[in-house]
Each structure stands twice: as C-alpha cells, then as structure tokens.
C-alpha cells in the first residue's frame, strides 16, 4: 500500500529546462512528485508544457546577462512558498562553434564569447546558489552542476572557452562542497560524455566508435543520477563528480 503524507512536494530549481538533459530531468522529477520550477530565456511554452506545470513554475531569464539572473534570484524565492529549496540543478550551457560548426579553440575564440560562455556555464551556477542559500538550507537541500568530459581533456568540437568553463565549475563544486556541507547543502557534479541532444556537433559518429559501449548516451541517463544526487541514495556524497559517458574516458 502506498503511504499518503499531507508533506508539500519538494521544488527543484533547473536551469536549461526547455530541451535535452534538461527536459528529461523535469520528465523525472516531475513523475516522482516534485514541483519543478524551470528557467530559460524561452517564455513559459502554454498550452505545449506535457507536465501539469503553470506558467508560475517557469522564470524567463537570460543567464548570461548577471543583472537579469540577480533578478531572477528574487523572483525565484517569491515562489518558494515555505522558503525551501530542495534541490538546484544548474544544467544551462551554451557551446558557441565557429562558422559551419569548427570548434573555436583558444586562437578563434574572442572576448566577448569568452565572458558569455563564462557567465553562463561558469557564474550564473554560483549566483544562484549563492543567492538561494537560505532556501537551500532550510531544506537541507542539494546542488548538481552538469559540466562535461570536455572539462577535463581536449575534445574534437567542443570549444576552447566551454571546456574551461566545464574545469572552472567543476573546481567549483570542489569550493563550494567544502563551503555548503557545514550547512547540510550537498554540492556534486555530473560530468556527460556524448549525449544525445542538440548540443552535439555533426561527426560525433565518429568518437561513438571509440566509446566503450559503442552509443551515444540518453538525456534520460543522465536525468536519472541527476535524481539520485538530490535524493535520500546519495546522502553522503559531497564533492563528487560522476562521469556518465558510457567509459568514454578510460
Ligand atoms: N549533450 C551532451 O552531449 C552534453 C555533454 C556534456 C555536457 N553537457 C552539458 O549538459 C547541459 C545540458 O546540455 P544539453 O545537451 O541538454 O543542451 P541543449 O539541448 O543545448 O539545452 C541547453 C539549455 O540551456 C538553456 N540556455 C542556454 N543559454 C541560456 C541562457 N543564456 N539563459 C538561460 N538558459 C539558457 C536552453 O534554453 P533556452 O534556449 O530556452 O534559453 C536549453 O534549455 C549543458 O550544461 C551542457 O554543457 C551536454
């Protein structure tokens, strides 16, 4: 028999929700009870939303613009109703190409890509958590950072400033872990191989040859451990960050 408690749902925070990983982590957590509130610069997609979510559960931002996320922050704790946050999953990236999809490395890649790939891969991360502290506190709640394989070796397409952008938040959940567990905020990482959504570059075919198990892996694959780093499994898992790319980096 199911136990029925009278506990409100827990809410997540996720960034990046309107495609890929992002989609398939609302799908998860939406089916196990929770409230997700979802950001991206899209507005509120109506009638289209699969998900018994309103137009309350989704915040417009534009992460790679800093005073728009301060503002989002504020707008988020008006709608935490009890002021708890339970889980922030910052899963938003952008991998800016070259023209007909080169990577940009280090030479190509100018000023202004830099800071944009920084801010929002890199500092929108920290200004939300940082920013929502409180909230996460107060429901012993936990972050997840999406950062990459690229964040950790030099990869075909992905480019210069994401992959350092990728190694900076993955450094950042390092501090942050050290900083958070004293408030009982558990900080990790997850850290995808190829997976299969938009962000992947044409001539991927050609690394899932060199992949252990010969296949791209699904948003759903990575939704699920996303799942478990904000649930009861991973209790005492602070600091880590979990490679999900099928053993692409052996
Ligand atoms: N797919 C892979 O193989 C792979 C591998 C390693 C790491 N990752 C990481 O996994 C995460 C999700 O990747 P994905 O493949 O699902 O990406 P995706 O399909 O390109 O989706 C990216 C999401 O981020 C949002 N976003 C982008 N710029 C934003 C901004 N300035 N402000 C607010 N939201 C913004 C987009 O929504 P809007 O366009 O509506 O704003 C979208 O929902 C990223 O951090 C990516 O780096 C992916």
Redesign the pocket.
């Given at each position: 028999m199911v136990a029925v408690t009278n506990q409100p749902p827990r809410i997540m925070l996720l960034?990046?929700?309107?495609?890929?990983?992002?989609h398939a982590t609302v799908k998860r957590f939406s089916s196990a009870g929770w409230r997700v509130i979802t950001?991206?610069?899209?507005a509120f997609p109506g009638e289209q939303c699969p998900w018994a979510a309103g137009p309350e559960d989704h915040i417009q931002?534009?992460?790679?613009d800093p005073d728009d996320t301060l503002a989002a922050v504020e707008e988020i704790k008006n709608r935490l109703p009890n002021g708890e946050l339970h889980a922030l999953v910052n899963?938003?990236?952008?991998?800016p190409k070259g023209p007909n999809g080169s990577r940009l490395g280090t030479l190509d890649t100018d000023h202004t890509t830099w800071m944009q790939v920084l801010q929002?891969?890199f500092l929108a991360p920290i200004m939300l958590a940082r920013g929502l502290i409180t909230e996460l506190t107060k429901a012993q709640g936990s972050v997840v950072n999406?950062t990459?394989?690229a964040g950790s070796r030099v990869h075909p397409f992905a480019g210069a400033a994401y992959a350092t952008s990728k190694a900076a938040l993955a450094a950042l959940t390092r501090e942050m872990a050290a900083d958070f567990g004293p408030l009982g905020v558990r900080v990790n990482a997850i850290a995808?191989?190829?997976?299969d959504?938009?962000?992947?570059s044409p001539g991927t075919d050609k690394i899932v040859a060199q992949i252990p198990m010969r296949r791209l892996g699904t948003?759903d694959e990575v939704a699920k451990i996303i799942y478990v780093l904000c649930t009861e499994t991973s209790s005492y898992l602070n600091g880590a960050e979990i490679l999900i790319n099928g053993g692409q980096h052996v």
């Open positions: 960034t990046g929700a309107s495609r890929g990983i992002g950001c991206s610069r899209q931002v534009d992460l790679g899963n938003a990236g952008i991998s929002v891969n999406v990459s394989i995808p191989g190829e997976i959504t938009a962000i992947l948003p």
